[in-house]
């Protein structure tokens, strides 16, 4: 199911980073989570260049951090945009895991 060269259209779980800033206090505190992408743009050896986050309409530019890509040939990646699209509407963080592992058995049940 996980692959290591992306083609375009293929899923990735991208290892997404967020730093916050508590006001007053000016401690920061990081987080880190997993979020299913569609591959917009590979580079010539297979490297993931762009990406949009399913549930953003915006496609990310920066280099992610870690990938991992499931192959569009292995996952029925347009019944999980489907469905994650519709879970994102009743809960905002439905595209947030917390590991890879999490990633791996949501992805289960769209093998093909």
Same mark, same amino acid.
């Given at each position: 199911? /996980?692959?290591?060269?992306?083609?375009?259209?293929?899923? #990735? !779980?991208?290892?997404? +980073?967020? =730093? !916050?800033?508590?006001?007053?206090? %000016? #401690?920061?505190?990081?987080? #880190?989570?997993? &979020?299913? @992408?569609?591959?917009?743009?590979?580079?010539?050896?297979?490297? =993931?260049?762009?990406?949009? *986050? /399913?549930?953003?309409?915006?496609?990310?530019?920066?280099?992610?951090? +870690?990938?991992?890509?499931?192959?569009?040939?292995?996952?029925? *990646?347009?019944? *999980? *945009?489907?469905?994650?699209? !519709?879970?994102?509407?009743?809960?905002?963080? &439905?595209?947030?895991? #917390?590991?890879?592992? @999490?990633?791996? +058995?949501?992805?289960?049940? %769209?093998?093909?």
């Amino acid at each position: 199911m /996980i692959s290591t060269i992306a083609k375009r259209g293929d899923l #990735a !779980a991208v290892k997404i +980073e967020t =730093v !916050a800033l508590r006001v007053g206090t %000016y #401690a920061t505190s990081r987080h #880190a989570y997993y &979020a299913l @992408a569609l591959i917009t743009s590979v580079t010539r050896d297979g490297r =993931v260049k762009r990406y949009r *986050v /399913i549930g953003d309409n915006s496609e990310s530019k920066d280099t992610p951090i +870690e990938v991992l890509i499931a192959s569009k040939t292995k996952i029925n *990646v347009t019944k *999980v *945009v489907s469905d994650l699209e !519709a879970q994102i509407k009743d809960r905002w963080d &439905a595209n947030r895991f #917390a590991t890879a592992d @999490a990633v791996r +058995e949501y992805l289960k049940p %769209y093998v093909i």
